[in-house]
């Protein structure tokens, strides 16, 4: 099976007066010297474009966007215990965040309580270390689950800390209708990109409905699956492989729900979509364009969507962060302004701009808070939230829109007609080769000097400026890893037993596993030990097809 994503000849492919040797976009896209009327001949405003609020929602989702309630900012946050991680949360809410995000360590990332051996010398160093309820309880201690928006960026074990939030909010006395956020719980992009999965493919798509099913039925504010395109961006995909992969991965889930009986109006508006916005400022904002045309058209025309909200592609981005250097970091807060900048312009619903230092270590407070200031530039100095979708009907936009689209809807084409769809092609490993070999063009042309990151290939300076970074104590872990033995100690172990068993049975007999994992974690079971309990049951996935 050949592992080009498109033909070679359509990958570089240009409309009327491209030229050999026209300069390329970062994705292999040509450029024109300049573009008029003719590039767009033929175009139909009202089904290809249309007015901001109204389908297909090229110019946005809203009819007002960001003149009627600008985007939410949401810093990533996490590091070290829940307790330290707390303490950034509140911090980043009294400088003017409006939504929390929070990064967990490696071993919650896969799975693993903070004393499983292979957790060592990991233990809140990426991220804060979650292995218990207690973890969680202490990480939202004196924050109303009812009054903020919680993103998590948590993919295996998605269903297990979605299940710890549910108790801390009936804790709170917090109703599960009132609560609102995100999980972002796409494995699927896990095979394609990222690698922390743990379970085979079939299992783990398994569970991602298991939540998508639970939350329509009783969390319906909360937003279930964040389909992800930055991570297969930041493997090193193109602009159309990014959204053709991601848009395909959103198909899937939306299949296997209905599958599972559930009404595509039901479920359909919850689900939100995560964009990496990298440095070709005029690509990004056509991706987004396009994925919002792309999405609207696949759930009203193939799926049947009937409900506007159904149709409508919600997104939160984030700055790339493949795209930031050791190298004269504080060129990185230049780099973050403007791709922050492609971001809004292409309509963006909620945005995390990276702080400086995120390429050497997780984020200082300064850092945070200059990384916060530059969206706060933006919403209120800039002027760009007073129209909406400034650039539409610019020749070279509209234009760059089409060919983005053109080819992202050939890669998807090629995934359903030709490999069988999704499962099918992640269990065959194409699309790990397909980013394999577009990460590979990209650094050979790296290596050619064909494109410039500054500090690094063009403008070198060996006596740059160090800054300070976050570090990490190895105090942390052992204090994490002491804690957690103690709640061990406390618990019920007939109780925590009974649950484990109820577990392992609901998950052998092919039910939704959501309500049995809030039974375990109320009896005091642990990350890792409901993690093996299901492992018991679906197996370890060990990554398929070698590239």
């Not at 995909?237 to 848009?247: G, M």
């Not at 700055?319 to 807060?333: D, F, K, R």
């Not at 061990?488 to 172990?493: F, H, I």
Request: charged letters at 25%; proline letters at 5%.
């Amino acid at each position: 099976m050949s592992t080009s994503v498109v033909p070679q000849a359509s990958r570089h492919r240009g409309g009327p007066g491209h030229q050999a040797g026209d300069p390329t976009t970062i994705s292999g896209i040509p450029i024109k010297r300049v573009y008029g009327p003719e590039d767009i001949a033929g175009l139909d405003f009202d089904r290809q474009i249309g007015q901001p609020g109204h389908f297909p929602f090229t110019r946005g989702m809203h009819p007002d966007m960001y003149r009627r309630r600008i985007w939410t900012m949401r810093q990533f946050a996490g590091f070290g215990t829940a307790r330290q991680t707390n303490q950034r949360f509140k911090y980043l809410l009294e400088k003017g965040q409006t939504g929390l995000s929070t990064a967990f360590d490696l071993p919650t990332l896969m799975g693993r309580d903070s004393d499983d051996p292979l957790a060592l010398g990991e233990v809140g160093k990426c991220g804060v270390a979650i292995a218990s309820l207690e973890d969680m309880k202490v990480l939202f201690d004196g924050i109303n689950l009812g009054e903020v928006s919680t993103s998590m960026t948590i993919n295996a074990p998605a269903a297990i800390l979605l299940a710890f939030y549910i108790c801390v909010a009936k804790e709170q006395g917090v109703p599960l209708d009132k609560l609102r956020g995100t999980l972002q719980n796409d494995i699927l992009k896990e095979f394609h990109a990222q690698n922390e999965f743990v379970f085979p493919p079939g299992p783990s798509v398994k569970l991602v409905i298991d939540t998508i099913e639970y939350c329509t039925q009783h969390m319906p504010q909360w937003n279930t699956v964040s389909i992800s395109g930055y991570h297969i961006r930041e493997a090193g995909a193109t602009v159309p492989q990014e959204l053709a992969f991601t848009i395909a991965d959103g198909m899937c889930y939306v299949e296997e729900s209905i599958k599972r009986g559930l009404d595509v109006d039901a479920f359909a508006p919850r689900l939100s979509f995560f964009w990496d916005i990298h440095n070709e400022f005029f690509e990004e904002i056509a991706k987004l364009r396009a994925a919002r045309r792309m999405w609207a058209r696949i759930m009203r025309d193939r799926f049947g969507a009937k409900k506007e909200r159904s149709w409508w592609l919600r997104c939160h981005c984030q700055t790339a962060g493949v795209s930031l250097t050791e190298q004269q970091p504080m060129v990185n807060i230049i780099r973050v302004a403007y791709q922050a900048l492609a971001a809004v312009l292409g309509g963006t619903q909620s945005l995390h701009t990276n702080s400086m230092d995120e390429t050497l270590a997780l984020p200082t407070e300064n850092a945070v808070k200059i990384a916060l200031r530059t969206q706060q530039v933006l919403a209120d100095e800039t002027g760009v939230t007073r129209t909406v979708d400034p650039l539409g009907g610019s020749y070279f936009v509209e234009s760059l829109t089409n060919e983005v689209e053109r080819q992202a809807q050939q890669i998807i084409d090629h995934i359903y007609n030709d490999l069988g769809g999704v499962l099918p092609a992640t269990e065959r490993g194409y699309f790990r080769r397909a980013i394999a070999d577009s990460s590979h063009r990209f650094g050979a042309e790296f290596d050619r000097g064909e494109r410039i990151m500054i500090g690094v290939n063009k403008y070198i300076e060996h006596d740059f400026e160090r800054i300070p970074i976050l570090k990490i104590d190895e105090s942390v872990e052992r204090e994490q890893v002491a804690r957690l033995r103690e709640f061990r100690a406390r618990r019920d172990p007939q109780r925590h037993a009974a649950a484990l068993r109820k577990l392992r049975e609901v998950a052998a007999e092919g039910g939704n596993v959501m309500p049995a994992l809030i039974e375990a974690a109320e009896a005091h079971a642990t990350l890792g030990e409901m993690m093996h309990t299901l492992e018991t049951v679906y197996g370890r996935y060990d990554g398929g097809p070698e590239l």
